[in-house]
């Protein structure tokens, strides 16, 4: 039987996981299934994160990018950009990490029943995307319909490759994949998220859009305009941000964006509360 | 199959739907149906501008040749793209490469004869403009947006 419980009682003590595989996404960017050392696994929503602490080295904050209906098989895909990123990609079979979460806010898939949901994603951001993505696809009858546009720089960085493939095959879901440029080989579209965006909304009604963003905080700028100009209500477009952190927990300040704290406001926003902030420099 | 007219082709496309019977009448006096199989090359970079082409079906790709490796493609056109910029502006040659990636089907219209119609009726050329500018706007942005790499950092 499955043990599911709630958030840890003491949200700053990690508790200890054990690597159960891992495996390489692309050049850089390694996937980890974890499993928990002492109790049992925790429920998480779409779109939170985790701060997983490389013993020695430090913690950081990455997000659940495994199934929500499976909380046993807790899943991180993490691109190594420094110190602890690093050591997070080259954990082993069997190898030990902290693991303090999940925390934030989630993307509300489970509320928008009934609306044709829009994913967009660049990049690593596809890798928070996923969880709502799996809850869509496995509660699919709920929703008017499904449409993925998800772009990268080329076709070798494209995330999660081989399971787009699997959603594309369905026939209750469009994928729309875009890369900046490609070698000749390549079949698909080249071309950036937002041309992606405006032509996969064209055969949308706009006032059914709810739309889930989250990739570089540009892609997000302009699929907000494109969704806007094609009469997706502003009301039902949310984002998710990365700030660096810290504690997670709305002590240390670390996260500040304006008046919100990312890691307990966010990361997930509606557009509409955050968007006189994202337009600003330098926040 | 039902055979579609040049002059309703060209009034179901984004780019002329906004001109009315008599322009689309004139205009269609310089189009002509095209055809490509998988892998023909469109047109090649440095050749005279003497075209611009409507797709109607199928997927085209715009690609930059480079001395040290295979080309790349910087750009795809689908169905209800216009492919080919160069007529408008001189030296009317173009700065890229385009190869048919699908079967394509599409409508060309002849760049000199698109021209001398513009010139002798200024309010045509004008509507043209227009309706071609919005397009480019979107081509350039999103040309913007690939120069800055923005996978290259943060999330990406
Ligand atoms: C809510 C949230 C969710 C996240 N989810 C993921 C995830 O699923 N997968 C993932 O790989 N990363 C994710 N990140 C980003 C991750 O937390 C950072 O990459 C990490 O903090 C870098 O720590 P480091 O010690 O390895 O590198 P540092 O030594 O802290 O930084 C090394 C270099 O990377 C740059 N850098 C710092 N932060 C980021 C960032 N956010 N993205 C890219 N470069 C950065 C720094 O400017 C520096 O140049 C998330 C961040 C947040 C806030
Ligand atoms: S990380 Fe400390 S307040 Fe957000």
């Known amino acids: 039987m499955l043990v599911v419980q709630d958030q840890e009682p003491d949200p700053m003590l990690p508790r200890r996981y054990r690597v159960r595989s891992t495996w390489a996404e692309l050049a850089g960017v390694t996937s980890v299934e974890l499993t928990p050392v002492d109790g049992a696994a925790v429920a998480f929503r779409p779109g939170q994160f985790n701060m997983l602490y490389a013993f020695g080295v430090g913690e950081i904050a990455?997000?659940?990018?495994?199934?929500?209906?499976?909380?046993?098989?807790?899943?991180?895909?993490?691109?190594?950009?420094?110190?602890?990123?690093?050591?997070?990609?080259?954990?082993?079979?069997?190898?030990?990490?902290?693991?303090?979460?999940?925390?934030?806010?989630?993307?509300?898939?489970?509320?928008?029943?009934?609306?044709?949901i829009v994913f967009v994603a660049g990049g690593l951001g596809l890798a928070p995307l996923r969880p709502a993505i799996?809850?869509?696809?496995?509660?699919?009858?709920?929703?008017?319909?499904?449409?993925?546009?998800?772009?990268?720089?080329?076709?070798?960085?494209?995330?999660?490759?081989?399971?787009?493939?699997?959603?594309?095959?369905?026939?209750?879901?469009?994928?729309?994949?875009?890369?900046d440029h490609a070698n000749p080989a390549w079949t698909g579209r080249v071309g950036v998220v937002t041309s992606c965006l405006d032509r996969a909304l064209a055969g949308i009604d706009p006032a059914m859009v709810s739309a889930f963003l989250c990739g570089p905080e540009i892609m997000m700028r302009f699929?907000?305009?494109?969704?806007?100009?094609?009469?997706?209500?502003?009301?039902?477009?949310?984002?998710?941000?990365?700030?660096?952190?810290k504690c997670a927990i709305g002590f240390c300040g670390h996260c500040q964006f304006g008046p919100d704290f990312v890691c307990r406001d966010g990361p997930v926003f509606r557009h509409d509360h955050v968007a006189p902030l994202l337009s600003m420099k330098e926040i | 199959m039902r055979i579609h007219g040049i002059e309703e082709i060209l009034s179901e496309h984004p780019v002329f739907k906004a001109f009315d019977k008599e322009t689309l009448e004139?205009?269609?006096g310089c189009a002509r149906n095209e055809h490509f199989r998988a892998g023909d090359r469109i047109f090649a970079e440095g050749d005279p501008a003497d075209k611009v082409f409507l797709l109607r079906h199928g997927d085209a790709a715009v690609e930059i040749a480079t001395s040290e490796r295979a080309p790349i493609i910087v750009e795809t056109l689908h169905a209800g793209d216009v492919l080919g910029w160069s007529w408008m502006v001189p030296p009317y040659r173009h700065m890229s490469d385009a190869r048919a990636m699908?079967?394509?089907?599409?409508?060309?219209?002849?760049?000199?004869?698109?021209?001398?119609?513009?010139?002798?009726?200024?309010?045509?050329?004008?509507?043209?403009?227009?309706?071609?500018?919005?397009?480019?706007?979107?081509r350039v942005r999103a040309l913007r947006m690939q120069v800055l790499d923005i996978y290259g950092t943060k999330k990406g």
């Not at chain 1, 190594?80 to 954990?91: C, D, E, M, P």
């Not at chain 1, 806007?228 to 952190?245: C, F, K, T």
Request: glycine letters at 8%; charged letters at 25%; proline letters at 5%.
């Open chain 1, 62 to 116: 990455i997000s659940i990018s495994g199934d929500p209906a499976e909380p046993q098989r807790l899943i991180h895909t993490t691109r190594s950009v420094g110190a602890v990123s690093a050591a997070l990609t080259k954990l082993c079979e069997g190898d030990m990490l902290g693991v303090r979460g999940p925390f934030g806010s989630a993307w509300p898939v489970a509320a928008e029943t009934g609306r044709h």
């Open chain 1, 134 to 179: 799996y809850h869509v696809l496995e509660h699919r009858e709920r929703y008017a319909g499904m449409t993925l546009v998800y772009g990268a720089r080329s076709p070798d960085e494209l995330l999660y490759a081989e399971e787009i493939k699997t959603w594309k095959s369905r026939f209750d879901t469009e994928i729309e994949v875009t890369v």
């Open chain 1, 223 to 245: 699929s907000v305009m494109s969704l806007a100009d094609a009469g997706v209500p502003p009301d039902r477009v949310w984002i998710s941000m990365e700030r660096n952190m």
């Open chain 2, 26 to 28: 004139l205009l269609a």
């Open chain 2, 102 to 138: 699908t079967e394509i089907r599409a409508v060309s219209l002849g760049a000199d004869c698109m021209r001398t119609k513009c010139d002798d009726n200024p309010a045509l050329g004008y509507q043209m403009f227009q309706n071609l500018l919005p397009h480019m706007a979107v």
